[in-house]
Each structure stands twice: as structure tokens, then as C-alpha cells.
């Protein structure tokens, strides 16, 4: 029964509809090159998604939201989970992870607080690049493919396999609304609802400013 409510879920994400690609490009290459440049510069965005994490027989479907103000980030995760919520607040000093309990946990790396805290792995650090649809310009990549659009359709990278399924218009920029990613022994399926790229300010989950 949970596995079937579970695949029901990720049936009715797959029905989002999105905005085709503006254009077939003749040179993907120097298109990435142009995206990636533009997608680097965007450090302000708030969205809102679900994550679908699979270990094994083992699986769980959360909700998400995001927001990034520069070199700040909160990301709130919740779902029946360990502790059923987890805000992680990231700066240039290190990561705060805040339970539903109330309960503060502190360490350098998101990655390994939030696995530790919660027991859910996934790779934070990447996905401040990926959910743009760029590569982590500080890790080494070991595969880089691209569709026909200019826009990066599989990456290696840090142990993972990251597939970006699905991009959604949004303003001027192509940015991924479905990414499938594989690595550690789990697969990691995000879906975006909705970007703004228009926030210049943390909102809390409630939607209060």
C-alpha cells in the first residue's frame, strides 16, 4: 500500500505542463556557454517543490521550499520523516538545522547535518548549482552532456548522476523543473512547482514576510 500511494504521488508530479524551449539552437555548445554564464549570476530566488528519495525498499516523499539571498539559504523540508520537519539555514560561516522540536544542530557541511539529524541524504551543497542547471564550478566534473537546446541534460559530478528531465520558463531564463538524481545507493526525484526570482527577502513557510 505505501509503495502505491507512493507511485500515485509521482505519477500526478509528472502531469505538470511547461513552456516548450524557446528555440533549436545550431551551436548548443556556445548556448551553454551563454546559459551558463547567465545562470551563475542568479543568486536570488525562492521556489517551491516535492522530493521523492528512494533507498532501496525504503521511500519518502517531501515537501520543499527554498530560498537563496546571495550567500544565504533556508531550506525547509517537511514530510514523514524522522522528526516530520527541517529548516536548514546555510551561510558563509556554516549550517543551521532547526527540527520540529525546536531543537538547533550546527555543523560546516548540510549534507552531513541533514543525514545525521533526519537520516535523509541529499546533496545540498550540489543542488545550489544544479537546481539553476549548472555544475558545481567548485567540484570537478566527470561528464557534462547537453540537449539540443544548449541546456545541460546530464551531469556526473561528486558521485552523483543528475538528469535534468524537465525546464520551465521562467522570465527570461530556461531553468530545470524536473531533476532525477542517482548516486549512494538512492535516487532523488525533484519537482518544481513554482520559482520567483523576484524575492529580495526571506519569507517564512507561512507565507508572512
Not at 71 to 76: A, F, Q, R, T
Not at 111 to 133: A, F, H, I, N, S
Not at 137 to 143: D, F, V
Request: negative net charge; charged residues 30%; hydrophobic residues 35%.
Amino acid at each position: 500500500m505505501k509503495h502505491l500511494i507512493f507511485l500515485l504521488a509521482v505519477m500526478s508530479l509528472t502531469a505538470c505542463t511547461t513552456t516548450p524551449p524557446r528555440e533549436i539552437v545550431t551551436d548548443p555548445d556556445k548556448k551553454w556557454q551563454q546559459r551558463k554564464t547567465e545562470l551563475s549570476e542568479i543568486k536570488d530566488w525562492v521556489l517551491s517543490g516535492r522530493v521523492a528519495i528512494i533507498n532501496g525498499d525504503e521511500s519518502w516523499f517531501l515537501n520543499m521550499d527554498w530560498q537563496r539571498h546571495d550567500e544565504k539559504y533556508i531550506l525547509d523540508l517537511s514530510g514523514p520523516f524522522g522528526t516530520g520537519h527541517a529548516q536548514l539555514t546555510g551561510t558563509d560561516e556554516g549550517v543551521v538545522l532547526v527540527d520540529s522540536d525546536k531543537n538547533f544542530f550546527t555543523a560546516d557541511s548540510p549534507d552531513r547535518l541533514l543525514q545525521e539529524v533526519t537520516g535523509l541524504r541529499m546533496p545540498v551543497k550540489g543542488l545550489l548549482y544544479w537546481m539553476r542547471g549548472i555544475p558545481n564550478w567548485n567540484i570537478k566534473n566527470e561528464k557534462e552532456t547537453l540537449d539540443d537546446y544548449g541546456r545541460l541534460a546530464l551531469l556526473q559530478q561528486d558521485g552523483w548522476r543528475v538528469r535534468f528531465k524537465r525546464y520551465l520558463d521562467v522570465e527570461r531564463h530556461e531553468l530545470p523543473q524536473k531533476i532525477f538524481l542517482d548516486g549512494y545507493n538512492l535516487k532523488v526525484k525533484i519537482f518544481v512547482d513554482q520559482w520567483d526570482l523576484n524575492s529580495r527577502k526571506f519569507i517564512n513557510i507561512n507565507g508572512e514576510s
